[in-house]
Structure formats: structure tokens, C-alpha cells
């Protein structure tokens, strides 16, 4: 059974770094085609895709906050982290992490999520 | 960037009704489609993904269909859980991953 959870601060100030860590147990972050994603949903809003990163350290970003974001593994600790520079109250939002896999079904979809953290930006 | 735009914004029916959701691409991602069902406080389920097949453990009452532009999720008899928000979300390879605004179905 693939789990995922996500943990970090609650609360970040404006201009700090947000690091959150995404713990997983059920999968291997060193098997071919394992990927794990983040997605953000502010409250009462979409849902917005972050980052991706796969078992060979390829890594993919969304274009608009590309400069901001840090992806990174560590396969021994069956962790993966995101970091986002500059935080603005905008960037308030529930951070999920989730599974994704290119050699079975579902491919390359988000297939589980972990239950989600919500991250509030404020002074 | 491929938007997704879905529609209606809310669908209000009642159990035991057939509940009928679109989502249309700005342009083709080929069957690279899936659907999410999200509850109030939980995180997004994956229901269907590449346009038309169910993921493990989804009732067969939800089905998707459609390729290029335009696809469809369709929920042929309500059940009291099934009202949550749909959000659909596109993988084309010369788009980073984008969703659409989600769809509400509610009971009337």
C-alpha cells in the first residue's frame, strides 16, 4: 500500500523559504519510473501542479514559479522536498505530494496523494 | 500552457440522477486526461485517467470519454458520496501538468 505525508511549518512570514517534506512508505524512489509531484490548492481554490521529480533525478518545475522552487530527493530516508523561496501571502495554500509512476497504470497521473498541509503566509 | 476549462461550475442534481461533466482543452492533449474527485478536507482521488479508464477500486457507475479537446465525465446514478468537487487535469508532453477550476456537484 503506497502512503504519502506531507510535513512542514503551518505558518512562513513573508520574504522566508518555505521546506516541506514529503515521507512515503509503499515505493522506492529508486525503482525505474518512480516519480513523486507537489501541487498546491489555495483555499476555496484549484488545484495547482509545482513540481515533479523522477528516480533518476530528472526534475520538472511549472514554468511560473520555476525560480522559486528546489525539488530534491533522498532515496535512503524515502523523502522527497520542496523548497519555494520569497513567500508571499498569495502562496497560502494546502501543499500536497503525490505518487506517480511511468511503467504502470495509472501512467504518469498522481495516483495516491497524501492527506495535504496546509501552509499559511502571514506576519 | 494548455487551459482547462470545465463546465458547469456547479451541478446541482439529485441522488439517483446522472450527473454529466465537461472539460475542454485550449488545445489537443490527445487522451492525456484524468479526473479527480475531491471532498471537503481530503485530497484529490484519481477516478480516470488517459480520457477513459478507471483506476483501481472506482465504481463502475463513473465512466470518462473524449480526445483532443473536449471530454466528459459522466456519473450514471448518483450515490449520496459522490457529491464532491471534479477537477480534471491534462499530461501533454509540450505542457507542464495544468487542472481545470473543478466542478461542483451538490444536491438539490
Known amino acids: 500500500q503506497i502512503t504519502l505525508k506531507e510535513s512542514g511549518p503551518t505558518l512562513v512570514k513573508p520574504t522566508q523559504t518555505l521546506t516541506l517534506t514529503c515521507t512515503f512508505s509503499?515505493?522506492?524512489?529508486?525503482?525505474?519510473?518512480?516519480?513523486v509531484g507537489w501541487i498546491r490548492q489555495p483555499p476555496g481554490k484549484a488545484l495547482e501542479w509545482l513540481a515533479l521529480i523522477y528516480w533518476n533525478d530528472d526534475k520538472r518545475y511549472s514554468p511560473s514559479l520555476k525560480s522559486r522552487l528546489t525539488i530534491t530527493k533522498d532515496t535512503s530516508k524515502n523523502q522527497v522536498v520542496l523548497t519555494m523561496t520569497n513567500m508571499d501571502p498569495v502562496d497560502t495554500a494546502t501543499y500536497y505530494c503525490?505518487?506517480?509512476?511511468?511503467?504502470?497504470?495509472?501512467?504518469?497521473?498522481?495516483?495516491?496523494w497524501g492527506q495535504g498541509t496546509l501552509v499559511t503566509v502571514s506576519s | 500552457e494548455i487551459v482547462l476549462t470545465q463546465s458547469p461550475a456547479t451541478l446541482s442534481l439529485s441522488p439517483g440522477e446522472r450527473a454529466t461533466l465537461s472539460c475542454r482543452a485550449s488545445q489537443s492533449v490527445s487522451s492525456y486526461l484524468a479526473w479527480y474527485q475531491q471532498k471537503p478536507g481530503q485530497a484529490p482521488r484519481l477516478l480516470i485517467y488517459d480520457a477513459s479508464n478507471r483506476a483501481t477500486g472506482i465504481p463502475a457507475r463513473f465512466s470518462g470519454s473524449g480526445s483532443g479537446t473536449d471530454f466528459t465525465l459522466t456519473i450514471s446514478s448518483l450515490e449520496p458520496e459522490d457529491f464532491a468537487v471534479y477537477y480534471c487535469q491534462q499530461r501533454s508532453n509540450w505542457s507542464p501538468f495544468t487542472f481545470g477550476p473543478g466542478t461542483k456537484v451538490d444536491i438539490k
Open positions: 503525490a505518487h506517480s509512476t511511468t511503467v504502470t497504470p495509472p501512467y504518469n497521473w498522481f495516483d495516491p
Open positions: 509503499g515505493f522506492s524512489l529508486s525503482t525505474s519510473g518512480v516519480g
